[in-house]
Every structure is written in structure tokens, then in C-alpha cells.
């Protein structure tokens, strides 16, 4: 069997490959590595629950619960909230650890099941082994009042939007704002934080019924957003994902405007501000050579990371650096989260635009983007492209090809069953062909069966 956690916790069909089974024992392992910090200074160990609005995440939450109380764990359930959210209450609860259920943006079907050590940060790969090694061993269950007691927070979520205005300096009034809530997590917050700072503000996909996160909306499916922002002369569109730990967004004209732009923004006007720790900001090898070449001539350091924010915040710990992200949106402003926050990133995208009076089209300007295919394959062995010397000549054929004008980048997905193949050239079409010419190796290489 492979290793049970992905790049973003442990992912898959809920009730198939997520189960209750399977939820339970995690979090009784999870107890077992976490809570113990909180054995040894004499406090019952304690964690926070909450979950997006997939159908499936009601009785993983209980089981989860249910789980971690048995486990001795006093627990304090949220509900609906995004995943930042969670994270935050873990650290301002002083819990020792958070469980998040949520598959991000993953179609509905898909669960997932997230944790967060003490402080709210994202587990290390050693940590998550030491639960996964942990699951089904024999354990001296606690009896009586040792057993642990379960809590509903019915005030997290205003708790949480408190604290997103109370980190900006600048109101956000006369913005008029679309913001697309993916019928997930970040429905309710998402819009009253945007609300609370001023702007005018319109949200769509906003009525989750279980079944429709993520469904032809939100970071994933740009198109309703572009048009709802057109046909409202907004000034601005925000997009988030299932569980809002992403941002995306659309200018005035229509325009999308992804995490490399968003990132730039911010790295900019930190670096104005004097707030760029070490005047570097942290991206992932995913980044386009656009915002690379932007950070140049802006005199900003980039230090880059393989594919994941969880790489992205190890490196920003590693380093004392404040400011990092993902082309998807993912950012991390460690100086006031302790993980990527799609809320908390919208409000400081309009926060720059308050301040500049400038447009999302005229700030985001700054990169300039290099053509980028990006083609996810499916149905292969994805753990098979490192050892593939077919797949090795093809993306060599690719990068001699363009002769230094562009990229080829080549990675099994840590979050879906898919190899993703993404090349940039001076033309879209350059681009489209080198990128299906390596995806139709990696097909017939890798097949699976």
C-alpha cells in the first residue's frame, strides 16, 4: 500500500476510499501523535473539527469526533468553516491539533481529512508518518471522565471574520466586488468579511445544499464569475475553492488574474512597505517565468519550492520570510496566518487596490506571462515518470526544442491520479503541441494494465 497522506492530507472517494472506518482510526492516531504534546504539562489534549459543505462531511465529521473523543480528546466542533479558518481557531483555541474535512476542490464525491499541529500549522512529512504508522494499534482506551467532551462553537465563524478585518489597515469602501463562494466553506465568512471592510458586494454560488461544491463554480470554473463581473460593471471578481484556502480573481474587463499575479501584487506593495522580510517572496517551480522575471526587475528575490503550499510554508519557516504562494491561488502571509487563506488574501488584493486607487488590470500589469499548457493525464502510473526513459527523451526532445525560450515541467499530482505535463513557450500553440506531444508518451508509457 502506498503512503495513505498526499501533499494535502489524506484524499479521496468519501465512504469508498475516505471512510467513517478509516476517519475514526486517523483520528485516534492523530491523538496519539498530537496529543500527546499536551500530556506531558498535566491539560487534557483538545482539538478543533470543522468541514465544508459536502454531504459526505457530516458523518466524517462525527466519525472524526468521535474518534479523537475516545481517544481522551476534549473537542470543540465548528462546522462550516474554510480550512484557513480552522486553522486559525487551532491556534487562537491554544488546541493541539485541528482536523479539517475537505477535499479542497475536488469534485463533490471526494472527502478528504486535513491536521493541523498546535499553532495551526500544516503537519511535516515525519509527523503524518508517525500517524499513518499509528493506525490500528493496540491502545488503553480511557474510561469515565477520561473520556474526552465534545463542544459546538456556534461563534467561530464571527470569531474568524473579526480577526480577517482586524488585519487590514485600509477600508475597502466604493469597491464593488463579486465574489464567487464555490457553494463550499467560505459561503457566509467569505462575503461578511468583504462586506465588514466596505466593499459592495455581490456572492454567487453562495447556497450550498451539500451536493453542489465546487459544481461549474468557483477557482476552478472561472466562467459564471467573468460573466457575473461583466454584466455587473464590478470592479473586481474574487473566486475561491471548496474549503477557501485559494483566491483567484477577475479584473474589470474580464480578465483572470491567477496566483502568480496575486503574488506579485503583494510582493510589491510589501516591498514598498518596507514588510518583505529579506526582500524574497517564495513560490513553487509551477510559477510562470513572467512573475520570475517581474520579481527581477523589481529587485525581489524569489526562492522557489517544489509543488504544495505545505512547501511553500516549510520554506518560508525555514528562511523567516513573510510572504509566499501557488499559481492556484494558495497564499501564505505568514505574518498574519499560519497557512494560505483565500479570504484573508482577497481582502489584501482590494486592500492594494483601495490604496493605489489603480485598477486589477493596470497593478496586475506587472507580469507579463509566458504562454502555459498545462495537461493533467489520467488512467497512467503517475509513480512511474521518474524511471521512464521514453518519458525522459520526450521532455529533453521538448526542452531542446525551445532552445531556452520557455520550460517544460513534468510532476504526479500528491492531491488526484493524474500526471500533470506543463510546458511554456513564446506561443500558445508551441506550447499546446510540445505539452500533447509528452502527454501522449507519458499515456502509452505509463498505461496502466
Not at 241 to 254: E, F, I, T
Request: glycine residues 12%; proline residues 3%.
Amino acid at each position: 500500500m502506498g503512503r495513505l497522506f498526499g501533499t494535502d492530507g489524506v484524499r479521496g472517494l468519501a465512504n469508498r476510499d475516505v471512510t467513517a472506518e478509516l476517519a475514526v482510526d486517523l483520528a485516534v492516531a492523530a491523538a496519539h501523535v498530537l496529543g500527546d504534546v499536551g500530556a506531558f504539562d498535566g491539560h487534557r489534549p483538545s482539538a478543533v473539527v470543522g468541514r465544508d459543505t459536502r454531504a459526505s462531511g457530516e458523518f466524517l465529521e462525527a466519525a472524526v469526533v468521535a474518534g479523537l473523543a475516545s481517544a481522551g480528546v476534549d473537542v470543540t466542533v465548528v462546522g462550516v468553516l474554510p480550512t484557513p479558518a480552522v486553522a486559525w481557531l487551532t491556534s487562537e483555541l491554544d488546541a493541539d491539533l485541528g482536523v479539517m474535512l475537505s477535499a479542497s476542490h475536488n469534485p463533490m464525491p471526494d472527502n478528504g481529512i486535513k491536521f493541523f499541529a498546535r499553532g495551526g500549522h500544516k503537519l511535516a512529512d515525519d509527523i503524518e508518518d508517525a500517524i499513518e504508522e499509528r493506525i490500528g494499534e493496540e491502545w488503553e482506551r480511557p474510561t469515565g471522565s477520561d473520556v474526552g467532551r465534545i463542544s459546538h462553537d456556534s461563534r467561530a465563524g464571527d470569531r474568524y471574520v473579526d480577526f480577517l478585518e482586524g488585519t487590514l489597515d485600509t477600508q475597502l469602501d466604493g469597491l464593488r466586488v463579486v465574489v464567487d463562494c464555490a457553494n463550499g466553506a467560505a459561503f457566509d465568512v467569505s462575503p461578511r468579511a468583504l462586506e465588514r471592510a466596505g466593499a459592495q458586494v455581490t456572492a454567487i454560488h453562495a447556497q450550498p445544499n451539500g451536493w453542489n461544491i465546487n459544481d461549474g463554480c468557483g477557482s476552478t470554473y472561472m466562467e459564471s464569475l467573468v460573466a457575473a463581473v461583466r454584466d455587473g460593471g464590478a470592479d473586481v471578481g474574487i473566486a475561491h475553492d471548496g474549503d477557501a484556502d485559494r483566491c483567484l480573481a477577475v479584473a474589470a474587463d474580464g480578465s483572470i488574474i491567477d496566483g502568480d499575479h496575486i503574488l506579485a501584487m503583494l510582493a510589491m506593495s510589501k516591498a514598498d512597505s518596507h514588510t518583505l522580510a529579506h526582500g524574497t517572496v517564495v513560490s513553487t517551480v509551477m510559477a510562470n517565468l513572467g512573475f520570475k522575471i517581474a520579481m527581477q526587475d523589481a529587485g525581489i528575490t524569489v526562492a522557489e519550492t517544489a509543488v504544495g503550499d505545505r512547501y511553500v510554508l516549510e520554506e518560508m519557516s525555514a528562511g523567516g520570510f513573510v510572504l509566499g504562494g501557488e499559481q492556484s491561488g494558495h497564499i501564505v502571509m505568514a505574518d498574519l496566518a499560519a497557512t494560505g487563506d483565500g479570504v484573508l488574501t482577497a481582502l489584501h488584493l482590494l486592500a492594494i487596490m483601495a490604496q493605489t486607487g489603480r485598477s486589477l488590470t493596470d497593478l496586475s500589469s506587472c507580469v507579463v506571462k509566458l504562454p502555459q499548457v498545462l495537461v493533467n493525464v489520467s488512467g497512467v502510473d503517475k509513480d512511474g515518470v521518474a524511471s521512464s526513459d521514453a518519458v525522459t527523451q520526450a521532455v529533453e526532445e521538448a526542452e531542446s526544442a525551445l532552445q531556452g525560450k520557455g520550460r517544460v515541467l513534468l510532476r504526479p499530482s500528491g492531491t488526484e491520479p493524474v500526471v500533470r505535463v506543463m510546458v511554456e513557450a513564446p506561443s500558445v500553440e508551441d506550447a499546446q503541441r510540445l505539452a500533447d506531444s509528452i502527454a501522449n508518451v507519458v499515456r502509452v508509457d505509463l498505461a496502466l494494465g
